[in-house]
Every structure is written in structure tokens, then in C-alpha cells.
Nanobody, 119 residues
């Protein structure tokens, strides 16, 4: 499975951005997909997840501002980000996960895309 993110950039506080994650390869094996982010000198954190059935979860810090979605026909996942804040500045990573017997089988990662929000 290969994952390629796009859509990052430099924006001002209050602006919106949409990230895309295009998946290729054995995408049918993925049970869930997610967006993570990593700010400088901080650990990578989970932003949002979406299952093959469309069930979503969000970090408290982005609830009400970010929306995760997927287009299975296009093998693409999205992250719509509204009301961006300077603290959203980070490298955003696309993640795809296989789950086997209730445990994580494999994690796939994109290369990351930088988002910088100026105040």
C-alpha cells in the first residue's frame, strides 16, 4: 500500500485547508485510515480516524473544526480543516492500517505534508 498526501501549505489563522491522501496498491486490505500530525519537538498525535464503514473519531483539539472523509471509489481520504489555529501547525501524515484478528497487522504511512498557520 502506498499513501501520498497533498494539500498542505501556509495559511493564516481562521483559514481553511483540505488535505488529500491518495492510496494505491492493496488498498482493499486497509481496515481503517487516519490522519496524524507532528509538531516540532512533539510526539506524533492522532488527529482523526475513519473506518471502512465510515465511522469517525476525532481528537478533542480538532472536534468541530476538522472533518475526515473518504471516497472509496477514488481510494482517497480527506481532511477538511476549518478555523485553523497556529497550534495546528505541524506535519500531517496519512495512515492506513490493517487489523488481523483484532490486532494491528500493518501500518502504512505517507511522506507527510507541512501545514503552517500564522497568527
Amino acid at each position: 500500500v502506498q499513501l501520498v498526501e497533498s494539500g498542505g501549505g501556509l495559511v493564516q489563522a481562521g483559514d481553511s485547508l483540505r488535505l488529500s491522501c491518495a492510496a494505491s496498491g492493496s488498498t482493499f486490505t486497509l481496515n481503517a485510515m487516519a490522519w496524524y500530525r507532528q509538531a516540532p519537538e512533539k510526539q506524533r498525535e492522532l488527529v482523526a480516524t475513519i473506518t471502512t464503514r465510515g465511522t469517525t473519531t476525532y481528537a478533542d483539539s480538532v472536534k468541530g473544526r476538522f472533518t475526515i472523509s473518504r471516497d472509496n471509489d477514488k481510494n482517497t481520504m480527506y481532511l477538511q480543516m476549518n478555523s485553523l489555529k497556529p497550534e495546528d501547525t505541524a506535519v500531517y501524515y496519512c495512515n492506513g492500517r490493517t487489523i488481523v484478528g483484532g490486532t494491528v497487522g500493518a501500518d502504512y504511512w505517507g511522506q507527510g505534508t507541512q501545514i503552517t498557520v500564522s497568527s
